[in-house]
């Protein structure tokens, strides 16, 4: 399973060109609006240490990483709610999306035209969920007559009335300016929530596109400040991302970049921060299975159970499962391997009820 994440913002905030520093890609980023017409998409690797110390210890042949998909979707502008610029086809390729990156510009370039021809990032990101907010307004106002009616008929369901709950719930905090919101506890709520589709219900962090000197301050000048107060007040991380950097960082080896990363002050690359970002908001974390033919990482859902995670190798798996051995990363790191881990006690045979934990190593027994 990859994780999608959108890449949303106005044109000439330089979306394409991180795109392709981030992911390697070969999208057009040309000086003017709408040069990414179709969602440009690459898929990277997650990074993850332990992944290749499996390998190693385990000797396998083959390798496959988590991956994670990005979605370069064309520019935003004011009024696309009401169909200006792409509109409607805008607004439609970002529903599909796991996660949102709010690209805003803070980086100063007399050669790159500015839409709004000022650099201003809080502004572009208020643009932005203004709009995003009204697509959503739109929307509910058309279902609220629908919801009505199905939760005043002969024989309403919880669904119905719960439904009817929610939209207007959304519709009044939409209506204040406010980012709609729901008990994420709630089984229900969170499952119908997600139904509706909202845009402003998307998991979304924002990605700072900066030059050079941005990068290097940024938290410390008034811009950026206003900027990271800007999205905690909407509830979102910003991610600072210089694309020359990243650029530079594709061609360099493990130690160079190491050693580049060091000299900016920086603990991990763009591009690991913002998987790393979109991992912890989707509360997303990874197991393994690894032998002598493949080490191998799978995606789930923190408090994924056995057999829901089971299924993410094989839907046979899950139907059909009796029982998984679990042998934790950092014991079979510890012990050198699986059968000295098992001989240290270290294997777990664990049922339906066991929920996944990060890092565990999984072998699944099942039966169809």
């Known amino acids: 399973m990859s994780l999608s994440c959108g890449f949303v913002g106005l044109p000439n905030v330089g979306k394409s060109t991180l795109f392709n520093a981030l992911s390697n890609g070969k999208a057009a980023a040309e000086n003017f609006p709408f040069c990414t ?21 385990e000797k396998s042949k ?33 529903r599909g999306v796991d996660a949102v990156a709010h690209v ?24 932005i969920i203004t709009e995003l907010m009204l697509a959503d307004l739109e929307m509910l106002e058309q279902k609220l007559a629908k919801a009505k009616k199905a939760s005043r008929g002969a024989a309403p369901t919880p669904d119905s009335k719960l439904d009817l709950e929610l939209t207007e719930r959304f519709l009044k ?14 089984e229900d709520e969170t499952r119908l929530a997600k139904q509706m589709q909202l845009l402003t219900l998307i998991p979304a962090f924002v990605v700072a596109n900066t030059d050079e000197e941005t990068y290097k301050s940024f938290g410390q000048d008034d811009l950026t400040k206003a900027l990271v107060a800007k999205a905690a007040g909407l509830g979102m991380e910003v991610v600072p991302v210089c694309a020359k950097f990243e650029a530079e960082l594709q061609e360099m080896d493990a130690e160079d970049a190491k050693t580049f990363l060091e000299d900016l002050g920086a603990t991990e690359s763009g ?18 299975t690894t032998g002598p033919d493949e ?74």
């Open 173 to 186: 905090s939409l209506e204040a300016g406010e980012m709609p919101q729901y008990d994420h506890d709630s």
């Open 62 to 94: 083959k390798v496959v990483p988590a991956t994670m998909k990005f979605i370069d979707i064309a520019g935003l502008v004011e009024g696309a709610s009401k169909g200006e610029g792409l509109g409607n086809q805008f607004l439609s390729h970002i």
């Open 271 to 288: 591009l690991e921060r913002v998987i790393h970002t979109g991992y912890r908001m989707l509360n997303y974390i990874t197991f393994f």
């Open 295 to 368: 080490t191998r990482a799978w995606t789930v859902t923190k408090g994924a159970t056995a057999p829901q995670a089971a299924g993410k190798i094989h839907t046979d798996m899950q139907r059909g499962f009796i029982r998984m051995e679990v042998i934790s990363y950092d014991d079979l790191m510890t012990y050198g391997g699986w059968n000295a881990a098992k001989e240290a006690g270290k294997l777990r045979i664990e049922g339906k009820e066991y929920i996944v934990q990060d890092g565990d190593c999984c072998f699944v027994r099942f039966s169809v």
């Open 37 to 57: 017409i179709e969602p440009n998409t690459g898929i990277v690797p997650v990074p993850d240490p332990r992944i290749q110390k499996l390998v190693d210890l």
């Open 104 to 127: 805003v510009r803070a980086f100063k370039d007399p050669d790159v035209t500015h839409v709004k021809e000022s650099l201003d990032p809080c502004r572009d990101l208020d643009l």
